[in-house]
Structures are given as structure tokens and as C-alpha cells.
């Protein structure tokens, strides 16, 4: 039986939920806090990732380590449900950012793996 059930919104920017339970449902939590950026919610104007602040920076490792402090700090602001163990950015030249963050959820480990293309973000 599940404990933690609910729906998530597609990343595709669709008006499509999917019914999600515990780590799916959280993967998709984690997956929302990292592509809003601060300040877009209206009614919660301290939610999301400050990520976006890095959108037009050079990238390289400095900036990855940048990035994943801001991912950390951002998922373990608005998702009490996991803890963090470690998180790997890689950019490349195409613009893609390559997010791996591995956490433990309800004491079993897992990892989610979601690209970002700094256009979107």
C-alpha cells in the first residue's frame, strides 16, 4: 500500500496529470522545485530553484558545483521527504545540463536522472 499519494503535472508543459505514489511522487517533486525558478509561483513566491540565475553564465566545473549547492539547498528547502546524498551536474556544449541527484527516500536509496536545456530553464 502506498503512503504518499497524489498527481503530478507532466514536464512537457501539457495540462496532463499522472496519479504518482512515494518515490514516484517524489521524484516529480524534486523535478518541479528545480525547473521553477524563484519567484514564478505567485502565491508562493519563495518556492523553486535559483538555478535560473546561472542560465547565461560559462559553464564549466565551478558553475557545476554552483549549480548542484543550488539544487541541494532548493530540494532540501521544499522536500522534507528525502535527504540528499549527493549530486552530479555535468554541462555541455550543446546547453544541456545533465542532473543526477541521489537521495534516500524513506530509507531506501534511489537516484533521478532529469536533463535541463538552459533554454528552457
Known amino acids: 500500500m502506498a503512503f504518499y499519494k497524489g498527481f503530478s503535472a507532466d514536464m512537457s508543459g501539457l495540462a496532463m496529470f499522472n496519479k504518482k505514489v512515494d518515490g514516484e511522487l517524489v521524484k516529480k517533486s524534486m523535478q518541479q522545485i528545480v525547473v521553477t525558478g524563484v519567484g514564478e ?6 518556492f523553486g530553484c535559483e538555478i535560473l540565475k546561472t542560465v547565461f553564465d ?31 551536474v555535468t554541462s555541455n556544449d550543446t546547453g544541456l545540463v545533465d542532473v543526477v541527484v541521489e537521495h534516500t527516500f524513506n530509507g531506501r536509496v534511489d537516484n533521478t536522472r532529469f536533463p535541463i536545456e538552459k533554454d528552457v530553464i
Open 41 to 46: 509561483r505567485v502565491m508562493r513566491r519563495d
Open 58 to 88: 560559462n559553464m564549466g566545473d565551478f558553475l557545476d558545483e554552483v549549480q548542484a549547492d543550488f539544487i541541494r539547498t532548493s530540494i532540501k528547502k521544499f522536500e522534507p521527504r528525502v535527504d540528499v546524498d549527493n549530486i552530479t
